[in-house]
Every structure is written in structure tokens, then in C-alpha cells.
Antibody, heavy 121, light 110 residues
Framework: EVQLVESGGGLVQPGGSLRLSCAASGFTFSSYSMSWVRQAPGKGLEWVSYISSSSSAIYYADSVKGRFTISRDNAKNSLYLQMNSLRDEDTAVYYC??????????????WGQGTLVTVSS | EIVLTQSPGTLSLSPGERATLSCRASQSVSSSYLAWYQQKPGQAPRLLIYGASTRATGIPDRFSGSGSGTDFTLTISRLEPEDFAVYYCQQYGSSPPMYTFGQGTKLEIK
């Protein structure tokens, strides 16, 4: 069974840092691109970052560029999101998602269950 | 940057009725890059449709996607009680590389 399990969320003060992890199982992790997507309380979905299978291509949403860093360890089947200089508006559930790329088609499937990050003093 | 606008914001229907959800892009989007997701309260999103019209594995055939260019539609032919949820469209843009979601349509029981 394909599974993604996020961890590392919690309460952090504005300006603080947090590192999220996503453990993958049930598929060949090193063959897939991955992404982080977040959802503020009661709000819609917002894409955060993307990393290709070999880490050769990395992209960020403008809202987190320069503050967040995505990385992966294919030997450990794990995806990470280092979040620095956190702001109140970064409060959200953070999901990791596998990126399916078939020809020109792209989509997110599956998604993890999410981990809640709360930025508050 | 492409903006996706979903309408209506909330759709109130009864089980057995037909639901039509719209996703409009601010500029033309490749059909290959358009996907739809379903999200129920407290759950992660679930893929329904990719490539604008291809159902994901295990998705019932009452769900269908259509459209091209700037106008895309998700249709649920006969609503089942488990279909009441929030639906999001999503597109991939290559210049610059980024993914964008619509703001969502909440499908609620009338």
C-alpha cells in the first residue's frame, strides 16, 4: 500500500523554525517527484514546494521563497521541509504529496494525512 | 501566474441530483495539466480526475471531467450521500513551474 506519513508539526513562535518530515512507503520513492501543499484553517489548498526525484529541480511558491527549503533523502525514503522565519500566515496543515508525471500530464496522488503547524506567540 | 476561479462557491443539492462544478482559468491551460480533488472534513484531498477528463483509479463513473482552454467542468451524475464534500481544481503551469488550486466549491446537502 502506498503511504505517506508526515511528522514534525507543532507550535512555534513567529520568527522561529521547524522541520517537517514525510516518510514514504509502498512505492519506489527515488523514482517520483514530491511536493508539499498546505491548507490554512478553514481555507483552501496552497501549493508550497516541489522537488524532482533526483533533487535536480526544486521550485517554491513566492509566499515561502527564501524562507523554506525542500529536500529529500532517497536512501531513507523521506521528504523534508525546513521552515525558517515563520510567520503567523504560515499556520496550516502541511501535506506531502507524490507527484505523478505521465507524459505531459501531472497530478498529486496520493497525499499524506497532514501535520499541523501553528505559528503563534 | 494563472488564477483558477471555481463556481459556485457553495452548491446545495439533494442525493440523486446532478452536480455541475465549474473551474475557469485566467488564461488558457493545457488539458493535460488540469486535475480535480475531493476533500472531506478532517481528511486529506483525494484525486478524482487528471488530464481534465481521466478518472483516477477507483473513482466511480458518476464522476466525469470535461473542458478545455479556460473552462473546465466536474460533473457528478447522481449524487450519493458520500459525495458531499469540497472540490478543488488544480493546474500546473510551466513558466514559471508552479501548481495552482482553485478556491474550492463546497457541495452540501439541501
Amino acid at each position: 500500500e502506498v503511504q505517506l506519513v508526515e511528522s514534525g508539526g507543532g507550535l512555534v513562535q513567529p520568527g522561529g523554525s521547524l522541520r517537517l518530515s514525510c516518510a514514504a512507503s509502498g512505492f519506489t520513492f527515488s523514482s517520483y517527484s514530491m511536493s508539499w501543499v498546505r491548507q490554512a484553517p478553514g481555507k483552501g489548498l496552497e501549493w508550497v514546494s516541489y522537488i524532482s526525484s533526483s533533487s535536480s529541480a526544486i521550485y517554491y511558491a513566492d509566499s515561502v521563497k527564501g524562507r523554506f527549503t525542500i529536500s529529500r533523502d532517497n536512501a531513507k525514503n523521506s521528504l523534508y521541509l525546513q521552515m525558517n522565519s515563520l510567520r503567523d500566515e504560515d499556520t496550516a496543515v502541511y501535506y506531502c504529496a507524490r507527484v505523478e508525471i505521465v507524459g505531459a500530464t501531472r497530478w498529486f496522488d496520493p497525499w499524506g494525512q497532514g501535520t499541523l503547524v501553528t505559528v503563534s506567540s | 501566474e494563472i488564477v483558477l476561479t471555481q463556481s459556485p462557491g457553495t452548491l446545495s443539492l439533494s442525493p440523486g441530483e446532478r452536480a455541475t462544478l465549474s473551474c475557469r482559468a485566467s488564461q488558457s491551460v493545457s488539458s493535460s495539466y488540469l486535475a480535480w480533488y475531493q476533500q472531506k472534513p478532517g481528511q486529506a484531498p483525494r484525486l478524482l480526475i487528471y488530464g481534465a477528463s481521466t478518472r483516477a483509479t477507483g473513482i466511480p463513473d458518476r464522476f466525469s471531467g470535461s473542458g478545455s482552454g479556460t473552462d473546465f467542468t466536474l460533473t457528478i451524475s447522481r449524487l450519493e450521500p458520500e459525495d458531499f464534500a469540497v472540490y478543488y481544481c488544480q493546474q500546473y503551469g510551466s513558466s514559471p513551474p508552479m501548481y495552482t488550486f482553485g478556491q474550492g466549491t463546497k457541495l452540501e446537502i439541501k
